[in-house]
């Protein structure tokens, strides 16, 4: 089974796009090295994303995240155990996220929020992924 966490975040500062190319390169080494992949989306200061993979590097990957300077206000959205990895292969697909589309972000606090935030996802991402179907079952 694969550990698959979605989480909401502020940003810490408005990060520009050169900033956040640092950031993903950062974590595709890292995400690598652990065996992680997954989607941060990011966007009107907020950062949303999913990663998943081995149990215990889930949970290493997330102490780490939780301690990043760069974001505050973290909100796990789902912690769950799957079948499979919505986002295999990549170690760390980049989205812009559309808060314009959010309803009041900074209260989004459990996995009824999953649907709304995939839906601000600007993505080309497969079709066949878990969070597409999730939107639409909303």
């Known amino acids: 089974m694969i550990r698959q966490i979605c989480y909401l975040s502020a940003a810490s500062e408005t990060m520009d796009a ?15 090295a652990m065996q992680l992949t997954g989607l941060l989306a990011y966007g009107g200061g907020y950062f949303f994303q999913t990663l ?3 149990r215990d ?3 290493a990957a997330f102490g780490r995240i939780c301690r990043d300077r760069r974001h505050h206000d973290i ?8 079948a499979s990895r919505d986002f295999a292969g990549m ?9 314009a589309r959010l309803a009041a972000p900074e209260r989004m606090f459990d996995a009824r929020a999953i649907p709304m ?21 909303a």
């Open 52 to 54: 998943e993979g081995p």
């Open 57 to 59: 590097n889930v949970c």
């Open 18 to 32: 050169l900033q956040l190319a640092h950031l993903a390169e950062q974590a595709r080494r890292f995400n690598a």
């Open 117 to 137: 935030l995939v839906s601000a996802l600007k993505h080309d991402l497969p079709a066949e992924t878990r969070l597409h179907r999730v939107i639409a079952a």
């Open 91 to 99: 170690r760390l697909a980049l989205a812009e996220l559309d808060v």
């Open 75 to 82: 909100r796990l959205l789902q912690d769950d155990e799957v």
